[in-house]
C-alpha cells in the first residue's frame, strides 16, 4: 500500500520514516519485479520543474523519501505528517543492515574507479552476514548501458545502489531497471533501486559528512557549502525552492 504523499512543487513527496522505507522495501522484493526509490530535496524539486524528463521519473517512481529539511518543512506545510527526514545515505545504510539479515544480495554501482569496491568491504565489516553481489563504477553514459545492464543482471541483486548524481542516476534506473527484473517464475525476488548521490564518498572516506550536529541542525547543506565553496550556484536553489514552496501553499 502506499503510504500518504503529497506534492510539492509537482514533484510526489512520501510520509515515511527509516523503517517504513525498509518495510516497504522488503514487500517490493518479496513481490517481485523492479522497483525504484528516489531521495527527494530542494535540488530534485527544482531542477524536475525544468527537466521533463526527470520529472516524469519521479512520477513513475515506488517510493520517493522526504530528504532534505526544505523538503520535509515545504512537505508538512502541505499538509503532510512527516515524522522524519529521511536521509538517502542513512537510509543506504539501513537497507544495508536489513540485507544482511534477510540475506539480500546488495549491488553498489557508481562513483569513481575504486570507491564502489571500497564502500563494499566497508559494509562488509559493519553489517556481518552482508552479500555483495557486485561493485562497479561504470558510468551513466548511454553507450555503456547494455554491458553494465548485463554485469549487474549476472549479478541478481535485490538491492541496487546507483552513485552517479542526480538527476543521472535515477534517469539511469529508469531507463535499466525494468531490465534487471528476475523473470516471472514461482519464488522469484524483486529489486529495488536506488540512487544515492555521493553517499558512496562518505562511506569510502573521499568526502567527509557534516558533524553530527549539524546533521541534526539540518544544516548539512551549510557544511558541504563551506568545505566546497563553488557549489554556491547549486545551493542557490535552496533558496528559489524555498520562495516557490512558500506561494504554493498560500
Known amino acids: 500500500m502506499r503510504p500518504q504523499s ?23 522484493i518479496q513481490q517481485g519485479g523492479a522497483h525504484q526509490f528516489a531521495t527527494v530535496n530542494p535540488e530534485f524539486v527544482m531542477t524536475a520543474r525544468r527537466d521533463e524528463e526527470f520529472r516524469a521519473v519521479l512520477a513513475a517512481t515506488a517510493l520517493n523519501v522526504p530528504d532534505g529539511a526544505g523538503v520535509v518543512w515545504a512537505a508538512r506545510r502541505r499538509g503532510l505528517n512527516v ?28 562513483a569513481q574507479a575504486g570507491v564502489a569496491e571500497r564502500v563494499a568491504a566497508a559494509l562488509v565489516l559493519t553489517y556481518p552476514g552482508l552479500t ?19 554485469r549487474v543482471r549476472a549479478a541478481r541483486p535485490q538491492l541496487l545502489f546507483v552513485a552517479y548524481g542526480a ?10 531497471l525494468p531490465l534487471l527484473a ?8 524483486g529489486i529495488v533501486g536506488m540512487g ?45 525552492f524555498a520562495l516557490a514552496a512558500m506561494l504554493e501553499s498560500r
Open 167 to 176: 538527476p543521472a542516476q535515477d534517469k539511469w534506473l529508469a531507463r535499466n
Open 83 to 110: 515524522r522524519e527526514r529521511v536521509a538517502g545515505v542513512d537510509l543506504m545504510l539501513k537497507l544495508c543492515d536489513w540485507a544482511a539479515r534477510y540475506r539480500w544480495r546488495v549491488f553498489f554501482l557508481g
Open 196 to 240: 544515492v548521490g555521493g553517499a558512496f564518498d562518505f562511506i569510502a572516506g573521499v568526502q567527509k559528512r557534516a558533524p553530527d550536529w549539524m546533521q541534526r541542525a539540518n544544516l548539512e547543506w551549510l557544511y558541504r557549502l563551506l568545505r566546497q565553496p563553488w557549489r554556491w550556484r547549486r545551493q542557490m536553489a535552496l533558496i528559489s
Open 6 to 28: 503529497v506534492e510539492v512543487l509537482g514533484v510526489r513527496v512520501d510520509g515515511v520514516t527509516y523503517r517504513e522505507a525498509c518495510e516497504i522495501a522488503a514487500a517490493l
Open 182 to 189: 528476475p523473470a516471472a517464475t514461482d519464488g522469484a525476488s
Open 132 to 150: 555483495v553481489a557486485g561493485a562497479y563504477a561504470g558510468s551513466p553514459r548511454r553507450e555503456e548501458e547494455m554491458a553494465l545492464v548485463a
